[in-house]
């Protein structure tokens, strides 16, 4: 095991924090309301995250989760921004105290409302924002970021098949922002008339009002910089998912989780925003060893959909993808287990890394959590998992990958009836994902987590 630098001092954070059920949701509103402190004055602003997607309308409910990982007490303030371009909404100040979590219940403040939110901190807090719809059915969750970009990069998304697809845009600064739209589908990339979004505001585009029945991505080009999701329903929304996007292609992605078995059914998607073909190799990490699938060439301007399953049989496996110039890729998985279409999808991570942080999981009230590693070395790799408990640090399995291979450890056989935070750290640099599953896996949601070396400050 290695636990130098921040490595080590991060999962001593870890052991303070208590993992997101989302069972908890009930009490998110008196989370928040006991860190207030009175006079607290707004925070010198050290990081922010931001949400473009978001609502407390049409059965939504949405929370956001203000981790401090620090030793340090920190002062948190939220700010909303509607869709109809009448500025923000900023919330009172609360105080934070060092290794603790809140959650904000967004109806508190804005009840029904499509909103996008920013929150500001004086400490290095992370962010992730959930919504669940349908009495909590499904459910889909999503870091935030961190900056606005002027381009943004949105690998999945389809208008066939009965989906609605959605683009979230949310401007945080002082001035209008013109947004220009490309969708690449397989047959091409298709241009979008130009759009304003006004200062301190969100909008949100339906995507099937500009592409008929097809598989598409989106490139996303901004005059002001802009924070950018992609939501996706099914089925008359018995099912959806979301993902942030990328600022930068990249030749090297990394996606620890896929299955072809349980029944589930996983795709690849992978996006080619250039003027230029790219060439595109896919490898499998199965249990038993890599799979190398034959070499693809996704157009110029094009979006390719790969199903694993002709690629990779009945198996649970990573996928490593490259290629000679940069693309986006993303992950989606669905599933069935009677009661109707369930999802989860995310975007895959560029690099592998040391260290893999996982701040939310739980074995309570029938979740299901399982860390999915990935071992994309070639040679043997020992990799340990730690689990951070209410009750303190638990020391999980010590888990040998063989070269080119993908592990999977389940949580609830390690740690029953705990709400729990995951470290996983490996010998080698390592890729890790969490997956949740409840009410018998008829709702799921998936992480990548956040990825650390070991050597960083």
């Known amino acids: 095991m290695r636990m130098n630098g921040s490595a080590g001092k991060g999962f001593l954070a870890m052991t303070a924090l208590l993992a997101c059920a989302v069972v908890a949701l009930a009490t998110c509103g008196a989370a928040v309301a006991s860190t207030h402190s009175a006079g607290v004055a707004p925070p010198k602003v050290n990081r922010s995250w ?37 500025g923000q909404i900023i919330s009172v100040p609360f105080t934070l105290p060092a290794y603790s979590r809140a959650t904000i219940n967004v109806a508190d403040v804005v009840p029904g409302a499509d909103v996008a939110v920013r929150v500001d901190s004086n400490v290095d807090v992370v962010c992730e924002r959930s919504m669940y719809w ?5 459910g889909s969750d999503s870091i935030g970021v961190t900056a606005p970009s002027n381009t943004w990069y949105l690998a999945e998304g389809c208008t066939n098949y009965g989906f609605e697809e959605f683009v979230c845009i949310q401007n945080t600064g002082a001035k209008s922002s013109t947004v220009n739209i490309t969708y690449n589908t397989p047959a091409g990339p298709r241009k979008r008339a130009p759009i304003a979004v006004a200062a301190l505001s969100r909008k949100t585009i339906k995507v099937n009002d500009d592409i008929p029945p097809s598989d598409v991505s989106v490139t996303l080009n901004a005059t002001q910089p802009v924070v950018a999701e992609r939501s996706m329903y099914w089925d008359n929304r018995r099912g959806g998912h979301d993902s942030i996007g990328t600022t930068a292609p990249a030749k090297s992605w990394f996606m620890a989780e896929g299955s072809t078995k349980w029944g589930f059914d996983t795709y690849v998607l992978v996006q080619n925003p250039s003027a230029a073909d790219a060439k595109v190799d896919m490898t499998f990490l199965t249990e038993n060893g890599r799979k190398d699938a034959p070499a693809m060439v996704v157009k110029a301007g094009a979006r390719k959909t790969v199903d694993t399953r002709t690629l990779v049989g009945d198996a649970d496996f990573s996928t490593s993808v490259t290629a000679n110039q940069g ?25 592998p890394a040391d260290n893999c942080y996982m701040a939310e999981g739980t074995t309570l009230y029938g979740f299901e959590t399982y860390v999915l590693i990935a071992n994309p070395n070639g040679e043997e790799n020992i990799v340990n998992v730690f689990y951070a408990t209410p009750h303190g640090q638990e020391i999980g399995p010590q888990v040998i990958i063989p070269p080119w291979s993908r592990a999977t450890v389940n949580v609830n056989n390690d740690l029953p009836n705990s709400d729990v935070s995951i470290q996983v750290s490996g010998n080698l640099k390592i890729v890790a994902e969490r997956a949740m599953y409840w009410h018998n896996r008829g709702g799921g949601t998936d992480s990548i987590g956040y990825m650390e070396n070991s050597n960083e400050p």
């Open 134 to 138: 349908n009495n909590r059915i499904e």
């Open 327 to 351: 693309v986006i890729c993303e992950r989606s998985m669905y599933w069935n287990n009677g009661t109707g279409k369930a999802g989860h999808d995310t975007i895959g991570v560029t690099a």
């Open 50 to 86: 931001y949400f473009a997607e978001g609502s407390t309308d049409w059965g939504f409910e949405e929370f956001v989760c203000v981790q401090n990982p620090t030793p340090s007490n920190g002062v948190v303030q939220a700010r909303y921004m509607l869709s109809n371009g009448g």
